[in-house]
């Protein structure tokens, strides 16, 4: 289990897709190997998230069709995540996110944000903070396969242009 997952928006710019390209809605995308290895490493390794608090915080993937009889981190897994749902990683430490980072203090204080949790969620994820102290190891390979220079030609994003069977609403 992780303690960590980077935002959708990083994994879909290390993609090369452009603003507003979402990757749920990719058929097919060009990745180089190393990406694609790391990607499958990772996401087996599944992500550690507070189950209760996905399904209170994402009240939408009901709407969606989920079947509930699921567990949430199987359908954060397979469409959450993609879909830009929040998922709070499970082992959140406030005590020790405080202690590191001292600006959230204060933008607590200045009502930026609630409590420490929110502001991860809200910034510190997408800024690359840890949530907890074991996350460092994860956090650094997420970070540094993300932001490596693209050894790939340029990707390819086929749209879909019909609805297979069995997938019209």
């Known amino acids: ?16 897709l452009e603003d ?20 499958v490493s990772r996401i087996a390794a599944t ?4 189950a209760r608090a996905y399904r209170a915080d994402n009240p939408a993937a009901d709407e969606a069709g989920w079947d509930t009889t699921k567990s949430a981190a199987a359908h954060f897994a397979a469409t959450g995540h993609l879909s ?5 990683p499970r082992n ?5 996110y405080l202690s ?3 600006d959230v203090r204060r933008e607590i204080s200045e009502g930026h ?3 420490a949790l929110a502001h991860y969620l809200g910034k510190g994820r997408a ?3 840890l949530p907890n102290a074991r996350a460092d190891a994860e956090v650094r390979a997420w970070r540094r396969i993300l932001h490596q220079p693209e050894r790939a030609p340029p990707i390819k994003v086929l749209k879909r242009t019909s609805v297979p069977p069995g997938e019209q609403s």
């Open 127 to 129: 800024e690359w903070r």
């Open 92 to 96: 959140f430490d406030e005590d020790w």
């Open 113 to 115: 944000f609630d409590d």
């Open 100 to 102: 590191t980072y001292p």
């Open 47 to 50: 992500f550690d998230l507070d």
């Open 1 to 16: 289990m992780s303690d960590f997952i980077p935002d959708i928006t990083q994994i879909a710019a290390r993609l090369g």
């Open 84 to 88: 830009g749902f929040a998922a709070k």
């Open 20 to 39: 507003g390209a979402a990757l749920k809605d990719a058929v097919t995308v060009q990745v180089d190997g190393a990406f694609l290895r790391f990607l």
